[in-house]
């Protein structure tokens, strides 16, 4: 049994670890991608061709005709949740599995966005990077989370664990999201348009796929406060960047913060990271020791049930995956 680890060097470190390396090595003959450059369609089908499994990172696209030209291919596992770098449906016309991960950086992202909001309250990267350049701050009124007003788009597993803390903060709580129902009295479960005319905070975890596109666009970004932060710790589809960047620069808003954009690799777009009223982190979200070991770990137990023949937590295509034996 073969499987290729698609991710580079440092894309290994960072996003896959040595413990989760001994076990899938332990379960299998492990090849690595040793190239500093992520592998194209072409690089993929050449690297996976005596290959049973692939555990793609994020920048390996699973493009629909890589699965004709693989015909020893099992299985696609994807080391996250976000599978839209693969094309799901070739897959299951070619009989190949394809799985995701479970998101184990639900805390790790929960507290990146508190960090952001104290951040852009109190002017903590304004003030050090005045400090670092041999300048001297401006003193500055800032605002405290507790009795300030928080509005999650989108009540997934992140945004409840948000919610949850940001009451223990004693923050009042508004969640947009038409698909979900919310019997917790503490928290308003509100339309868009009312969560972004009532906000201080706006946190955008939406999820991302057509429907959400440009959600926050000019339009929305209207009807929030002048003194209101918008973050964004989704993806950067989601929202209409030259709208938000003319938001910023004419002080329709007080300031944002994200970890996310429309630049390659789901980072942030260099044109916004760079307003003064910004604070922006390169997709760091999930990038805690423990989010990456459940992840990692977990691809380690869906390789081990495939082996088996068995379809396993995380399968998203069980009912096409004719290639088990």
Known sequence: MKVLLTHTPEFRRQYYGERSLR?????????????DAPLDANGLVAAAKDVDIIVADRVTEGRGEIFAQLPKLRAFVRCAVDIRNIDVTAASVQGVLVTRASPGF??????????????????????????HAGHKPDVVMGRQLSGSRIGIIG???????????????GMEVLVADPFVSIDEPDIAHVA????????????????????????????????????????????????????????LREGRIAGAAMDVGRAPDQMPSPELARLP????????????????EHQASETVR??????????????????????RL
């Open 277 to 292: 009223n910004v604070i922006a982190t390169p997709h760091i979200g999930g990038l805690t020791p423990q989010a990456i």
């Open 155 to 169: 009540y997934g597993s992140i945004g409840r664990y948000l919610a949850r803390v940001a009451k223990a903060l």
């Open 23 to 35: 076990g899938l090595q332990a379960l299998a003959e492990v090849i690595l991608h040793e190239r």
């Open 106 to 131: 639900v805390p790790a992202v929960s507290e990146l966005a508190l960090g952001y909001m104290v951040d852009l309250s109190r002017g903590i990267s304004r003030a050090t990077a005045d400090y």
């Open 192 to 247: 868009l348009d009312d969560l972004l005319a009532r906000a201080d905070y706006v946190v955008c975890l939406a999820i991302a796929n057509e429907q959400t596109e440009n959600l926050i666009g000019a339009d929305a970004l209207a009807r929030m406060s002048p003194h209101a932060f918008f973050v964004n710790l989704s993806r950067g589809n989601l929202v209409d960047e030259q709208a938000l960047a003319a938001a």
């Open 302 to 323: 869906q390789v081990a049930a495939i082996i088996k023949g068995e379809a396993p937590v995380g399968a998203v295509n069980a009912e096409h995956w004719t290639r």
